[in-house]
């Protein structure tokens, strides 16, 4: 049995849904962390900072590869 944990903490305790961090956790395969970049701009890109964007596009691309 394998027990994985994960814990990510953004810079902006109030407002977690801009943490720009992401994980995959893929059970027998594997597990990928992705440190988005900080955005300075404020630029949105379907709703989101830039860095929570790109993590999240290399998350799904992760697990669309392994699948």
Do not use: C, H, Q, W
């Not at 999240?56 to 699948?67: C, P």
């Amino acid at each position: 049995m394998t027990y994985l944990e994960a814990f990510s903490m953004g810079k902006r305790l109030d407002e977690p849904a801009t943490n720009e961090d992401s994980f995959v956790i893929m059970p027998g395969i594997g597990y990928a962390v992705f440190d988005g970049v900080t955005d300075r701009n404020g630029t949105l890109y379907d709703g989101m900072l830039s860095g929570r964007y790109a993590s999240g596009l290399m998350k799904r691309a992760t697990e669309k590869f392994f699948l």
